[in-house]
């Protein structure tokens, strides 16, 4: 039987209004097109390796949206770093400073859930405002023990469901210093934000008070990327460098003072805002950034457009839309930057 999206299936759509109703399932319309490609996977895969590799990627999606949608309306910040650094450590120290100031100003704390700068980030959180998204390994990491009973563990077999999480649930992403797990990490929340293939968040890295780990890497970059033209000079302004905590949580914080989200619909950007501009203010972005505006298109305040209730909760915001050029995400992160000196 050949299946299909359209509702040209007979029986079977019939069968599957049956299952939904019986059910009571939330938006049966895409529950009914996940249903669809189970049954289309089941029909054109006969490799049972594949199968399970959907089956568990759907379970672990499913279960990473329970432990995040309680706490939907908190704003949360990913925290990597080595899971071999001592608490005895002064870097291990530094990470529980700044996650307490996290969560002093309602932040939460999300973190891989294992050892060192994972259990550091935790433990200044405290686990009533923490995350640990974990992994399983041939090694065993364990939960460390500030998590460890907590509702807010999750477990994955597959480590791009866990980095799916980091980023999807996170409004700022902090690095303490750590081997080759956390500058992947590092090196792929930059390239999905110079990509926009995520929003622009806040990345910031956290030095030792030496400023031997990260100043170095940037070195690094500035010397060897940017002088062979690898990258640009407007993508330094997707992170920011700090030995000092206190600076780390103002430079996330400031970044939502008046910005408060974006997202894509079609060619159009739309970023949501904490409090609307004034006509002057829209002169001013467009006088200074004028290079991240599509020629024709001009920023606008606009309402939600029709797309955007698929999330109900952030109707209310006042928008600033326009065309992107989709090349300059450094600039735009300057373009946000701007906005919040307003």
């Known amino acids: ?12 759509d019939e069968l599957i209004d049956d299952i939904l109703r019986m059910t009571g399932v939330n938006h049966p319309g895409i529950i009914r097109e996940m249903i669809i490609t189970a049954l289309k996977a089941g029909q054109e895969t006969d490799y049972l390796a594949d199968l399970k590799l959907m089956r568990t990627t759907m379970k672990e999606m499913r279960y990473t949206n329970k432990v995040f949608g309680p706490h939907r309306d908190r704003m949360k910040v990913t925290i990597f770093g080595s899971a071999r650094t001592s608490p ?5 120290q530094k990470c529980v400073t700044f996650s307490r100031m996290l969560a002093e100003r309602g932040f939460m704390a999300i973190t891989g859930g294992g050892g060192g700068i994972m259990q550091a980030g935790n433990e200044g959180a405290g686990a009533e405002n923490s995350f640990a998204v974990n992994i399983r390994l041939p090694f065993e990491q364990e939960t460390n023990p500030v998590m460890n009973g907590s509702r807010n563990v999750i477990t994955y077999k597959y ?45 910031v890295l956290i030095d030792d008070d030496q400023g031997d780990y990260w100043e170095k890497w940037f070195h690094f970059i500035k010397e060897t990327l940017l002088k062979r033209g690898l990258i640009s ?23 939502y003072r008046i910005y408060h989200s974006s997202r ?32 024709g298109s001009s920023l606008r305040i606009t309402g939600p457009l029709p797309e955007e209730l698929d999330q109900p909760d952030l109707v209310h915001l006042p928008r600033l839309s326009f065309e992107f050029n989709h090349h300059s995400y450094g ?3 300057a373009f946000i930057r701007r906005i919040n000196a307003f």
Do not use: C, W
């Open 1 to 12: 039987m050949k299946l299909n999206f359209s509702r040209s299936n007979n029986e079977l």
């Open 88 to 92: 005895e450590e002064p870097i291990y």
């Open 159 to 203: 480590f791009f469901n866990r980095k799916v999480a980091f980023l999807k649930e996170a409004q700022a992403v902090v690095l303490f210093p750590g081997g080759f797990g956390t500058l992947d990490e590092a090196m792929e929340t930059l390239t999905l934000i110079q990509t926009g293939k995520n929003p622009p968040i806040p990345l």
């Open 233 to 255: 000079g407007e993508d330094f302004s997707l992170f920011s460098v700090t030995r000092d905590p206190a600076e780390a949580v103002r430079i996330i914080e400031d970044f």
């Open 264 to 295: 894509f619909v079609g060619d159009t950007l739309v970023i949501r805002l904490n409090r609307p501009l004034t006509a002057e203010q829209l002169d001013i972005l467009e006088k200074e950034f004028h290079e991240i505006i599509e020629p």
């Open 331 to 333: 600039l735009l992160k």
